[in-house]
């Protein structure tokens, strides 16, 4: 990973930069496997309600997806059987280190979300976005969909199976806790406290028995420390903080914390 290709010298924008990437090197295991699966596990025990979701036209895309995940080898074979659909999606969730969501167009061809599993959720919370377009899901972010709304539709009828295409999303956070559910009523940043950067590393994937698109999110939590030592990512921090509307460092829960991150960042 580049950091500086993340966070390039460059004025913050919303913009879709994808890169192929290998679909088995994604959803396998990583360096963290063993903590990872052991805190998904944790919080689906405590609460599947609220890290698990499948509606029935979901259920196709589900077993799609775990046939192909036991293809290349990142599930073992003959766990599933005998299990019911929602043991099914509870099962994948604890077993892969990402987070999974299932997106599948409707009549109309748009794509909605009819299931996934979300342990490690960046403020938002998967009950709420289930059955709705693409288009519903992403309003809260200021300027998407007037911006990429038309051309993430299209990409997504557009991608081939076998791909893992990929893309960064990276944001703040005062706390390194994975799980940021809102329910769970976490501090967020302000002109105070710690600061630690979140990374969203997300992949799309082509289901073309379904039609559906399988959506992987993997977490990574560092501190800000490892930003500033790194002179050109620290460079495309600063400027994009500089830059970044204020309705998108608000959406971000940037924007009470701006003034100090860039203190902090820009300090000898």
């Known amino acids: 990973m580049d950091l500086r290709e993340i966070l390039p010298d460059k004025d913050f924008g919303l913009q879709m930069r994808f890169q192929k990437g290998d679909v088995a090197a994604f959803f396998g295991p990583g360096a963290n496997h063993t903590s990872v699966i052991a805190e998904r596990q944790d919080w689906i025990a405590r609460d599947p309600k609220t890290h698990l ?4 036209e979901g259920v196709d895309l589900l077993d799609e997806t775990i046939a192909m995940a036991e293809a290349l080898k990142t599930l073992p074979e003959g766990k599933f059987e005998s299990l019911d659909p929602t043991e099914r999606c509870r099962l994948l969730g604890e077993l892969w280190e990402a987070d999974f969501l ?9 794509f909605r979300m009819v299931g996934g599993c ?3 959720p960046s403020h938002w919370d998967l009950r709420e976005k289930m059955g709705q377009s693409m288009t519903a899901i992403h309003a809260p972010i200021p300027g998407l969909n007037e911006t990429l709304g038309r051309q993430i539709d299209g990409f997504l009828k557009r991608i081939k199976p076998g791909i893992s295409w990929e893309r960064f999303n ?5 706390t390194p806790e994975r799980n940021l559910h809102p329910s769970r009523e ?3 940043l302000d002109s105070s406290g710690e600061v630690w950067w979140r990374l ?17 999110i993997k977490i990574e939590i560092r501190p800000l420390t490892e930003i500033k030592a790194d002179p050109k990512a620290r460079i495309g921090m600063i400027r994009a903080l ?3 509307e204020e309705s998108m460092a608000t959406y971000k829960g940037i924007s009470k914390a701006r003034e ?3 203190q902090l960042l820009e300090a000898t």
């Open 170 to 174: 990276w944001g703040l956070s005062r």
């Open 242 to 244: 500089k830059t970044m």
């Open 118 to 120: 979300l342990c490690f």
């Open 102 to 110: 299932l997106m599948k167009p409707d009549n109309e061809g748009v």
């Open 200 to 216: 969203e590393e997300q992949s799309l994937v082509a289901l073309p028995k379904s039609g559906g698109i399988l959506f992987g």
């Open 260 to 262: 100090r991150l860039l």
């Open 186 to 188: 976490l501090p967020r």
């Open 53 to 56: 979701a499948l509606l029935p």
